[in-house]
């Protein structure tokens, strides 16, 4: 989930841009120069009609100059932007004369899908600070759908809307904004007034003035540090409030979500409870969760638009780590402390290591941290080399993935948090609150914090980590015993070597006359592109394992990665074998419309990173020798049945066995109608590739199609669409001490 859609409008500096500008008026001798102003306090005013769509306002705006030249004494023009179908109705100065006409559409500079109406403004006496007065209106209507894409969770489309359904009015020119490059520190200070209709709830990224909406008898916000931008939302919705210490929370659901407010404000509350020792107080004194009709998990200053179908997901909502607690903590990061536009985003690495991650770390539930280290280490093994970018450049042109952002974001958190000390590290972040709320910081500042809190040097490590790509090969090649009880473990990482620190390595001993194998553990910092460490035990070692729980980021070696839908979704080549369809086999099992439209959207999603010419399909019945033996599987439904996928599955150790009426796995049998399953394994002959089955005893026994990539477990089994067992097919690196 991220903090606010990215930039993705049309942006550019005004220099350069008053490209055939017309003169205006007859008396000007020629073209004004131009002025560079920022805004340091919006006043809006603004009423919404959903039912017509219209959106009406007035701005206020004190501007000052950010030239560093004197103030011109001819005339001069400034850029104002605006949301291509609102118009300007009026506009006035105060502190400087306005040439006549005031203000002046320019034409359209961009081919790009989106881009602000720019007005210029002529100023015939500039000054070095003044008040704009825009008044402006039209109507804002998009189509939601056109931005709905099935499998995923945010529509970035969406910018300016006015509906019965719901208003967003987001990052998308919907008040007057003096022209602005893309990596200019705006902040200013908003004071926002807002009707709509009875029924219709607004939520701003403000606190509730409760002085001004009793003078003004409308809702009313003021921003509570300044902001980059102000953003208003809303909808028919019901308010349900609470209270926690200094923060008034709220959430604004629809009639028909009413049972989810007391889960969802319990959530938010223990969200609090949870991190507010850990990273300081949270930034304001109120905090709305707010259903959102498109597909969202945005988080903006002061609220959190949640889309109706993650609400309705309930409680799987409120207690998912990456969710909920992910998005309120973009109330620190993101939206608190703001990302520095000229450096890499560093939010949603610290945000994700913070819940995704962390917040199994609070849960005390080990297993699954080591789980998520576990997994970033191998996606990360997955990444094709021209996709493994430098942490730094994540919403810079050109810069990382999500998934470097995130998960490898998480995991050098941890590595950092690891080095420091978990709670110099926590100390860090509360000093970075203290220090840069309502602030832009970039890498650099948490560096800085960080290296305050816990007196260490880490520029190398935020070097190595944030601005070089890539992690280290890490393995040991080989351990040798020169004693009785001493051993030389060889490392190697590859070039150019990163400084590990606490690379940790197991080992045990096991001699024939004890029962059970005794343990050892070691640490060493490796730094060397090979390195060899002596190791000593009070008995023999007998085996070694490298980094058994994951604390360091590394490539594996792709067979050791655990198998997933992945693994099959990408490689060499993929076989589809499919079930035969109803008109040839008149079984029980045969392929019903239905079931054939849900194999043929699986096949579909598994199909979509193949080119045609690496993709086979084939049908039960009809499998020619080798088909399967080159190339990642999927096998649907009754397919496993056929005689030979069921050889083929046999020969790869597959560890679920089909019988009449069900399936079976580590002995226990799967017969009730609602059970099915979602099994990936290690492809022999694929090197990183996957073999996967997708299966249910009835059709409704899996889930939806969609939600299939997005389960990260070797095994899933289901009843009725939800999961009741997972399991990973996890290989060990054990290396024999010789
Ligand atoms: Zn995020």
Redesign the pocket.
């Known amino acids: 989930?991220?903090?606010q859609p990215p930039k993705r409008y049309w942006h550019a500096r005004t220099t350069g841009m008053l490209v055939g500008a017309a003169l205006l008026g007859g008396g000007c001798a020629g073209l004004p120069n131009e002025l560079n102003m920022r805004a340091a306090r919006y006043r809006l005013d603004v009423s919404l009609d959903p039912a017509a769509h219209i959106l009406a306002g007035r701005a206020t705006i004190d501007l000052v100059r950010t030239d560093e030249t004197a103030v011109p004494d001819a005339p001069a023009a400034l850029q104002i932007w605006l949301h291509p179908d609102l118009d300007i109705t009026a506009i006035r100065a105060s502190g400087a004369e306005l040439h006549v006409p005031t203000a002046q559409r320019l034409p359209d500079a961009s081919s790009e899908d989106f881009a602000p109406a720019r007005y210029r403004v002529v100023l015939t006496t500039p000054a070095e600070a003044l008040t704009l007065f825009v008044d402006y209106r039209g109507k804002l209507w998009q189509d939601v759908s056109v931005g709905e894409k099935p499998g995923e969770i945010h529509n970035f489309q969406m910018r300016a809307h006015i509906s019965e359904e719901g208003a967003y009015l987001g990052d998308g020119y919907w008040y007057p904004q003096p022209a602005h490059g893309e990596q200019d520190l705006r902040l200013a200070d908003f004071t926002l007034i807002a009707d709509a209709p009875a029924g219709f709830e607004l939520v701003a990224s403000g606190e509730s003035d409760p002085e001004l909406r009793s003078r003004t008898g409308r809702a009313a916000w003021r921003s509570p540090f300044p902001l980059p931008a102000m953003v208003l939302v809303g909808g028919p919705h019901e308010v349900h409030r609470d209270k926690h210490g200094h923060v008034t929370l709220e959430a604004h659901l629809k009639p028909n979500q009413a049972a989810h407010a007391s889960g969802l404000l319990a959530a938010v509350k223990r969200i609090l409870d949870r991190y507010e020792p850990l990273i300081g107080p949270y930034p304001a004194r109120q905090y709305t969760v707010v259903d959102n009709f498109f597909s969202s998990g945005f988080?903006f200053p002061c609220f959190t638009l949640l889309s109706s179908a993650v609400i309705d997901m309930g409680e799987r909502a409120q207690t998912t780590h990456g969710y909920l607690d992910?998005?309120m903590l973009?109330s620190w990061w993101?939206n608190g402390i703001f990302v520095d536009p000229r450096d890499g985003n560093w939010?949603?690495a610290l945000?994700?290591y913070a819940t995704n991650y962390y917040g199994h770390v609070l849960d005390g539930n080990e297993e699954e941290a080591r789980r998520k280290r576990r997994n970033y280490c191998h996606y990360f093994s997955r990444l094709n080399p021209e996709d493994d970018k430098p942490l730094g450049t994540f919403g810079l042109p050109g810069g990382c993935n999500r998934q470097i952002a995130y998960d490898k974001g998480a995991m050098v958190f941890h590595m950092l948090a690891r080095r420091m000390g978990q709670d110099r590290f926590w100390a860090a972040m509360r000093r970075f609150t203290d220090e840069s709320m309502g602030r832009h910081a970039s890498w650099e500042t948490i560096r800085g914090a960080c290296e305050k809190e816990s007196g260490q040097n880490l520029q190398l490590f935020f070097d190595q980590w944030v601005r070089r790509s890539g992690a280290p090969r890490l393995v040991i090649e080989r351990a040798e015993r020169f004693s009785a009880n001493e051993a030389n473990v060889y490392f190697s990482q590859g070039e150019p070597a990163f400084e590990l620190s606490g690379v940790s390595v197991a080992g045990w001993s096991n001699p024939e006359w004890m029962a059970h194998p005794i343990g050892f553990s070691y640490q060493f910092d490796i730094i060397g592109a090979h390195q060899i460490e002596p190791v000593s035990s009070s008995y023999p070692l007998d085996e070694i394992e490298l980094d058994p729980a994951y604390h360091i980021l590394r490539r594996v070696p792709p067979e050791d990665i655990v198998p997933t839908t992945a693994a099959t979704r990408r490689g060499p080549g993929l076989a589809v074998v499919m079930p035969r369809n109803a008109e040839t086999q008149k079984n029980r099992n045969a392929e019903t419309p239905e079931e054939g439209e849900r194999n043929a959207q699986i096949q579909a999603i598994f199909e979509s990173s193949y080119k045609p010419s690496q993709r086979i399909v084939r049908t039960a019945g009809s499998i020619e020798e080798g088909a399967l033996a080159e190339r990642c599987v999927l096998v649907l439904g009754d397919a496993v049945r056929d005689s030979y996928v069921a050889g083929f599955l046999a020969a790869i150790d597959f560890p679920i066995t089909w019988h009449e009426g069900g399936f079976e796995f580590e002995g226990t049998r799967y017969d009730d109608s609602g059970d099915g399953l979602l099994c990936t394994v290690a492809h022999p002959g694929v090197p990183g590739g996957g073999v996967t089955v997708v299966y249910g005893n009835t059709p409704d026994a899996i889930p939806r199609e969609m939600n299939i990539p997005m389960y990260e477990h070797s095994l899933v089994i289901f009843q009725s669409g939800r999961p009741v067992l997972r399991h990973d097919f996890e290989r060990q690196r054990i290396v024999p001490v010789d």
């Open positions: 989930m991220s903090a988080a992910h998005e973009h993101g939010c949603e945000t994700s």
